[in-house]
């Protein structure tokens, strides 16, 4: 049987996440030790001025992040990362007209995240940390759930899956259940194959080859491999030079039915998507 679509408004706080086309969704890292830009956002200025121009770039989204979770990353405290995070959030709801989108597992900062504005939680742990379902449910605000095995620090240790594909849709059945289980509705849901936790580089691209698959939720999917090791390691790039090989991907993401793409690099993946949109919008000529 066909799945339903997803539906194309996404209510996230006091604004509407348009998703009958595709979104950008701009990183925005408060960490001193992210793999691509740590310690570059971290002061208030600096952050707004980044965020702001993400947003006249075209980004629908700004995911603040106080947390790395890059391969081998250390946990900090929630009430450390509650400090990043939460004057930023506060700063970028008050000065500019974008969704806030906040990075996090901690029950804490999704709480008052949520209080502070912020319009989306986007969880690479997937609501499993203890009491995250439960303030996620509190929150009324729509949750990303990113399959990931183990955790940042020992993921990519030795990743091993007897059949990926079947083992990644499990994991969002699972997930969507407990999701439901606890008030969070189906369609409050969005959906990430959480590309480079806890997987090869053929996981990688096995997984973002076969990612129409995951239509079968009939949940919007996000897709984030911008700067990631697995364009590095298919191209031989270091992560400033991985540029082409992420916009590649992001078009192929769109072409597969991603409807969010999660990007450092937002001008020029707006670019992609309104190069595919003049296309598909094309009268035929005979």
Known sequence: MTPALHPTRLLCGNRVLDLSRP?????LNVTPDSFSDGGRFHLRDSALQHAAA?????????DVGGESTRPGALPVSPEQELERVA?????????????VSV????????????QLGAGLINDVRALRRDGALAAAAATGLPVCLMHMQGEPGDMQGNPQYADLLAEVCAFFTQRLAACVQVGIAQDRLI?????????TLQH???????????????????????????????????????????????????????KI??????????????????????????
Do not use: C, W
């Not at 993400?54 to 700004?62: K, T, Y």
């Not at 990075?103 to 995240?113: G, H, K, Q, Y």
């Not at 959906?191 to 997987?199: E, Q, R, V």
């Open 23 to 27: 979104q950008v969704m701009g990183i």
């Open 54 to 62: 993400m947003v006249a770039a075209g980004a629908s989204l700004i």
């Open 87 to 99: 004057p930023i959030v506060e700063m970028l709801v008050a000065e500019l007209d974008v969704i």
């Open 103 to 114: 990075d996090t597992s901690s029950p804490i900062v999704m709480l008052e995240a949520a």
């Open 191 to 199: 959906l990430d194959p959480g590309f480079g936790f806890a997987k």
């Open 204 to 258: 990688n691209l096995s997984l973002f080859k076969h990612l129409p698959a995951l239509q079968v939720f009939a949940r919007p999917l996000l897709v984030g491999v911008s700067r990631k090791s697995m364009i590095g390691q298919a191209l031989g790039r270091d992560v400033d030079q991985r540029l082409a090989g992420g916009l590649a991907l992001a078009a192929l993401a769109v072409a597969k039915g991603a």
């Open 261 to 286: 793409l999660r990007v450092h690099d937002v001008p020029e993946t707006v670019d992609v998507l309104r190069m595919i949109a003049a296309v598909e919008a094309a009268e035929y000529e005979g």
